[in-house]
Every structure is written in C-alpha cells, then in structure tokens.
Nanobody, 113 residues
Framework: VQLQASGGGLVQAGGSLRLSCAASGTDFSMNGMGWYRQAPGKQRELVAT???????NYADSVKGRFTISRGNAKNTVYLQMNSLKPEDTAVYYC????????WGQGTLVTVSS
C-alpha cells in the first residue's frame, strides 16, 4: 500500500490549504484514514482521523478550523485547513488503517506570521 499526499505549501497566517491523500496498491477499503503532523523538534501528533462509518476525531488545537473528509474515490482523504496559524507549521503525514497502519511520505505546511 502506498499513500501519496499533496497540497502542502507556504501560506500566510489566517489563510487556508487543502491536503489530499490517496492510497493505492490495495483492493481493500481502509477502515480509517487520518492526518498526523510533526513540527521541528517535536513528536508526531494526531491532527484528525475519520473511520469508515464517517466518525471523525480532531486534536483540540485544530477543532473548528480543520475538517477531515473522505473522497468519493476509494481510499482518499482530505484535510481542509482554515484560519491557519504559525504553530500549524509542520510536516503533515497521511495515514491509513487496515489490519495495520500505513504512512505516506509527508507534505510540508509552512504558515508565516
């Protein structure tokens, strides 16, 4: 299974970005997909997850600003990020879960003040 994430970039504080991720190399539908992030010098942390039934979970720091959603295509997930803050700067990793956790390569999000 390969996960391809895209959509990162440089944005000013208060701006928006949309991350996309698609899983390939499997016929299975992932039970859940999500986004994690790792800022310089910090541990990787959960941003948001969504399971096959549609239930979502968000880190407190992004609630009300970020929205995770599944795409119409199988095994795709999006992260709409609004009202971005400099502290959102990190490498964002896509993850997918089916019997085990799979990770994408990461996409860099930089929010300037």
């Amino acid at each position: 299974v390969q996960l391809q994430a895209s959509g990162g970039g440089l944005v000013q504080a208060g701006g928006s970005l949309r991350l996309s991720c698609a899983a390939s190399g499997t016929d299975f539908s992932m039970n859940g997909m999500g986004w994690y992030r790792q800022a310089p010098g910090k541990q990787r942390e959960l941003v948001a997850t969504i399971i096959s039934g549609g239930s979502t979970n968000y880190a407190d720091s992004v609630k009300g600003r970020f929205t995770i959603s599944r795409g119409n295509a199988k095994n795709t997930v999006y992260l709409q990020m609004n009202s971005l803050k400099p502290e959102d700067t990190a490498v964002y990793y896509c993850s997918a879960m089916h019997l085990r956790v799979y990770w994408g390569q990461g996409t860099l999000v930089t929010v300037s003040s």
